[in-house]
C-alpha cells in the first residue's frame, strides 16, 4: 500500500505486523525520505488485552509468535544498499499496561543466580505516561523513560530471520535504553526499500536488560525517516545523552571491541584527530555499557555524553 500524505498512521493489525525480519514480504506501507509515521506497536508477545493477574494467558496476535510482535515492514522509496536509514524518534507513548517477568525460562542469569527451578515472578504494571510514572503490584513504582527494544531494516539474505538476536547488520532487538524521544537512530541499508520494521515497547529498563523483560508494553511512536550518508558505516545513534555507538557479538569481548571501534572511528571524524588521539580523548570520556544480556548475544554500547569533550 502506497500513501502520498508526508504524515501516515500505521495502526497494529494482522495485516500490518510480522515476527520476523525478512526482504521477502511485500511492505504494509511505502513512504518517502522526510515523511513523518504514527506508529502503533504492541507488546513483544502480541497481547491483544492486558493481563488481569500475573501470568494469564491473554489472546495473542500470533497463535505461535516466532519473535517479537513488530509493525511493519515499511519501505522507504528510493533507499538502496549502501544508504544509511536515519529513524528520528521524535514521541514514544507507552498504552496504559504493561508486564515484566523474570525466570520464565532457563538462562545464564536464571542458572547464576540458583532460581531456574522457582516459579516466575510477574509484575503487572499501571502506566500514566503524562505524568511519567509506572505502578506495579507490590507497590512499587518507576519512572518511565520509553523507548523501542526492536528497531530494524531486513538483511539481505534470503529467508525469515528471527528478531531475537540484536544483528550487526540491520540492528533489530538492540534494547538500549539510550534510544528515548529526541533521538536517531542510524541503520545501513541492505535491500531496496530498508523494509523497516519496529516494536517491543518498553515503558522503562535498566542498562543489560537483566531478568529478559523490561516494562513491555504497546506503544505509540511517532518517528521521521530520511536517508543520509553516515560519518561511520555501522548502526550507530544521536541521543539526548550523547552519540552511541553498538557491538553484537556472542562474545563480549568482541562486541565490547566492535563499540569502540566505532566510536574510536566516529571521534576521529567529529574532532578531526587521528585514531590514537581519539582512543586517548575516549578513554577519559566515553561509558562503555552492557545494553543487554537476554538475548543470546551480548549487546554494548559505547556513549559519548552530550558536551563532554569541546
Known sequence: MTI???????????DTTVDVFTAERPPVLTVEAGDTLVVHSLDASGYLSPQTFPGEKQPTMFTE??????TGPIAVRG????????????????DPWGWTVAGAQKSP????????????AWLLWELDPEAGKGSCNGGFTRDLAPFLGVIG???????????????????GNIDCKELVAGSTLYLPVSVPGAMLSLGDGHAAQGDGEVGGTAIECPMTTTLTVDLVQGAIGTIHAETPAGRVTFGFDPDLDVA?????????GWMQVILDVDKSTALALASTAVDLRITQV??????????LPAGVLA
Open 294 to 303: 537476554a538475548n543470546q548475544t551480548w549487546g554494548v554500547h559505547a556513549l
Open 4 to 14: 502520498q500524505d508526508t504524515t501516515h498512521k500505521l495502526d497494529a493489525t494482522p
Open 153 to 171: 531494516v531486513a538483511p539481505d539474505a534470503a529467508g525469515e530471520y528471527s528478531t531475537i538476536p540484536p544483528r550487526a547488520v540491520g540492528g
Open 109 to 120: 542469569i536464571t542458572e547464576r543466580l540458583g532460581i531456574t527451578d522457582q516459579p516466575p
Open 79 to 94: 533507499a538502496m544498499p549502501g544508504d544509511v536509514l536515519a529513524v528520528h524518534l521524535v514521541a514514544l507513548t507507552p
Open 256 to 264: 565490547m571491541g566492535d563499540a569502540l571501534d566505532a566510536m574510536v
Open 65 to 70: 509468535s516466532r519473535g517479537h510482535c513488530l
